[in-house]
């Protein structure tokens, strides 16, 4: 190895680093924006007669519990593209799973005060990647790259 290539070995293993952080943020964020492009204005109301889903909104620290709730809802009612929630199910599962993603908190079980429809559950899911997404990058220009 030369000298001229510790710099590219030094930024691939800060990139690594920091995507581990990251959540699978951008696959989630494209994910999510696909799904939001579909046909998704039904409200939600809990009766039996309503085809519309009501899924939880999660309070802060119990995301992902009801990200994986929500989205294995939506699996097992056919709402949406089911390869693209099963994506998104998967990503989430893994990431409660194994604690990845430090910039979410890890309950274990979804908690929430409210329920939402499809739109808005999906909105949620979109913000809170979003602000990982923001965070992770104002911390990758605080980081310093030693050469």
Do not use: W
Not at 81 to 106: G, K, W, Y
């Amino acid at each position: 190895m030369n000298a001229s290539m510790l710099p590219y070995i030094l930024f691939s293993c800060l990139l690594l680093c920091v995507q581990a952080q990251n959540c699978s943020v951008r696959e989630i964020i494209r994910h999510t924006k696909l799904l939001l492009e579909g046909p998704l204005s039904c409200p939600c109301r809990e009766t039996a007669a309503n085809s519309c889903s009501c899924l939880p909104i999660a309070e802060p620290g119990h995301e992902l519990p009801c990200f994986v709730e929500g989205t294995e809802h939506m699996l097992k009612h056919n709402i949406s593209s089911n390869a693209v929630v099963e994506r998104l199910n998967r990503s989430f599962q893994i990431q409660l799973d194994r604690n990845l993603c430090e910039s979410l908190a890890h309950g274990t079980q979804c908690q929430y005060k409210t329920k939402g429809n499809v739109k808005e559950f999906l909105t949620k899911i979109l913000r809170t990647y979003q602000e990982i997404n923001i965070h992770n990058l104002k911390k990758l220009k605080k980081t310093p790259i030693i050469l």
